[in-house]
């Protein structure tokens, strides 16, 4: 008997629950599920306790499918797993039903009033599940190593539409200004993948295989936005094998979303803020699709190999984008990349242990440890591997290792193990232990090379102490968006107030449109104290939730002490529009800031 998650009570010395069957009633008004889970097991040669994680939620009852009362306990809840649920289950028992109620608080879930919709008319209800959340929504061995196949029917208000990461079964109406959609999920998944999302929707086709959710007001700008959507997904099959998920579809968000993008089967959430008109963030489109394999297909164990995840699907996302958009535009996305994931290093300074890529997470939240590490430093070891063995080799070695552990989990030792027999010589050439297992960036990382980014370096030379220069107005109009998070990234810190405001004179950067490049011009220009930013931040922050701008404007206007007071009012008034887990965040950064 051993828990091998640091993050879940299951115990893989008993039972594997292998299905759920959800049904639940969406109550905005009280902003709960009133639920029932049935955990479907193979059947028990003897008696066996399940032990379940829960957060927040109100068990009221466990029966057997023939109603036969099954013996449980709830313990005391522990800050970072929440509650174990334990079922005492007798010989002969393959299913268990479990009735409850989520709570108004449960971390997963965030309930919307209709004025945080675009459309302002109905209320919007939507999931987030990764890290450890799903156990506040459904009971489960909330573990990547249990993975599941589930069906839901989804009760909700006539008026509204619900969506999840499954497929769709049909629309009844339930009388009394109801309504029930079906859902069939029949690709076994990791219990973070499920997802829900109930509100005023429409779809637009994008492809075969795609369309796009969005609410009404939104859905015709989303559907130019991610229009190529269809050669991604070719694209990708031709990288990494074939698509097993048999539908690619988009929910865009409501803009309290706290992440990019959440890679959720057949059903990708991605955050409004990439509608810049002009489908340059289209790569946010491209990892949650590469997602597909690496992720949800090869699943990393546990948080404490999330490189596995998302290093691995940088690496891919910049695959695709190379084959469609030629090496020099992924050089300058690989240039933001390393810019981010320097500050993350700065950041965890005091923290070395964070910034391995093979991280000990006993006792530790997962979302407080949330970092570019996993992502750009995983990466560049991928990268590393492939200058070591040559792409073909490295090409031949990532089809056989999505094809070796397709549905299952793999951890860091085990990518270790693979890497070494697989591609032996590479492993050793780039010393793939010190990658995995030490802090920091090894010497001797690969750097991103293009001429387009060499002109932009030459603007802002790196620690030579010569001054930046300002782009000619010229020069500037052409800059594509990533080239100008790449020239505005490499400013020197602070970047002194006559560059900003000649920048903001000649460009007009307070006023941009994309999201990316106008959070990144903010956090130079507040940093440096170029007071005309302050009202067009704030304006972004009431807005938006996401997590990538909320940490370093949040952090730029509270560190000084100018605009410290206005950062905390800005907070206290937003605060209720932003997700559970964006507002740990902000909370963190201003008490850093107070302390
Ligand atoms: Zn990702």
Known sequence: MARPDPHSYADDGQPAVRRLDLRARVDFSAQVLHAQATLSFDPLSTSASLDLDTRDLAVEGVSLPDGTAVRYTVDRPEPILGARLRLELPAGAMAA??????????????????????????PFLFSQCQAIHGRSVVPLQDTPRRRIRYRAEIDVPADLCAVMSAASMG???????????????????????LALAVGDLESRELGPRSRVWAEPDVVERAAWEFASVDDMLRTAEGLFGPYEWDRFDILTMPPSFPYGGMENPRLAF???????????????????????????????????????NEGMTVFAERRIQEALEGPD?????????????????????????????????????????????????????LRALEEAAGRARFDIFLKKYIDTFRFGTITSEEFAAFTRRELSGAFEAVDGDAWLFAPGVPRGA?????????????????????????????????????????????????????????????????????????????????????????????????????????????????????????????????RDRYHPIARQVVE????????
């Open 97 to 122: 039903t479990i009735r409850y109620a989520t709570s108004p608080t449960a971390s997963a879930l965030q309930w919307l009033a209709p004025a945080q919709t675009a459309g302002k008319r109905h």
């Open 171 to 193: 629309r009844r109406d339930a009388g009394s200004g109801r309504a029930v959609f079906g859902f069939d999920m029949p690709q076994p998944i990791p219990p973070y993948l």
């Open 270 to 308: 991605l955050t409004p803020t990439l509608l810049a008109g002009d489908r340059s963030l289209v790569n946010v489109l491209a990892h949650e699709l590469a997602h597909s394999w690496t992720g949800n297909l090869v699943t990393n164990a546990d948080a404490e190999h999330f490189w596995l």
């Open 329 to 381: 535009v992924t050089a300058l996305h690989a240039a933001v990349g390393r810019r981010a994931l320097d500050r993350a290093m700065a950041r965890f300074a005091d923290r070395p242990e964070l910034t391995r890529l093979r991280t000990q997470l006993a006792g530790v939240d997962p979302d407080e440890t949330f970092s570019e590490v996993p992502y750009e430093k995983g990466y560049l070891f």
């Open 446 to 574: 690969p750097e991103p090379r293009a001429a387009r980014l060499e002109a932009l370096m030459a603007l802002v030379p790196p620690a030579s102490g010569e001054a930046p220069h300002l782009p000619s107005a010229g020069q500037g109009a052409a800059f594509s968006p990533t080239e100008w998070q790449v020239y505005l990234g490499n400013l020197p810190r602070p970047a002194g107030t006559d560059l900003c405001r000649a920048l903001d004179d000649r460009f007009g950067l307070s006023a941009l449109r994309n999201a990316d490049v106008l959070a990144s011009w903010l956090d130079v220009a507040l940093t440096a104290g170029h007071d005309a930013a302050v009202a067009p931040a704030e304006r972004l922050l009431a807005e938006v939730g996401r997590m990538k701008y909320l940490r370093p404007l949040y952090l730029a206007l509270a560190s000084r002490p100018e605009t410290r007071a206005r950062a905390r009012a800005l907070y206290d008034r937003c």
């Open 588 to 595: 963190g950064v201003l008490r850093d800031q107070d302390a």
